[in-house]
């Protein structure tokens, strides 16, 4: 597998947000996002195999795995990652785009997936079917640059009732929309939804890498 980085640090966003965890960070990514505040994963990297991440983990102890990336979706490897990982008894969680099925994923993997609004130049990559398997357990996360950003996800969440289904997460572009408004237009619009902040830009700086 092509590997970024892994580190030990806190879950930054989601339902599980402030939670100890190892994250595992991907190399590459087939998506484009005007805002991406990970570009930096889209080369490089270096090529670890399986048992190599699994020992990496374990020297870090987090009872908590997110794969992320870049696109971890398209590391062949993953999906026995991810359950290597959970049958050491690891919560395991991966965040991907909304661009690619996750059915090769273990049923116990935690979904949270980045549903792609007009604003990121990529939201003709969202593949609807995977919002139609996503459980409570699961998140959908909408990521808002602005109030055209909002109205489109307020719309999605209502016309899918995602509120039904599970998690639905808020989240704006950090430094671009202010939160405060985000939420006066939540409340305005009493979306089911939860405001997602990137904890991490907030504890360190923003640009800080591996925290």
Known sequence: MRITEIYLSIQGETQYAGLPCTLVRTT???????YCDSAFAFHGGTDMSVDA??????????????????EPMLQREL????RLLLAQGY????????????????ADV????????????????NRWEVLAALRP???????????????WARDVIRERELGRSTEVLLSPVHGRLDPQQLVAWM????????????L????????ARRV
């Open 28 to 34: 590459g990514c087939d998506l484009r996002c005007v």
């Open 137 to 151: 357990r699961d998140a959908v996360k909408f990521v808002v640059a602005d109030e055209g950003d909002y109205n």
């Open 187 to 198: 409340l305005r619009d009493r979306v089911p939804a939860r405001l997602n902040l990137q």
């Open 79 to 82: 999906p026995e990652l991810a």
């Open 200 to 207: 991490h830009k907030y504890i360190w700086d923003p640009d």
């Open 91 to 106: 919560k395991v969680m991966i965040e991907t785009s909304g661009a690619h099925a996750l059915d090769s994923l273990p």
């Open 53 to 70: 991440i699994l020992a990496e983990v374990r020297r870090l102890a987090a009872p908590l795995v997110l794969l992320t990336g870049g």
């Open 110 to 125: 935690v979904r949270v997936v980045d549903m792609k609004t007009p604003a990121s130049g990529e939201s003709h990559r």
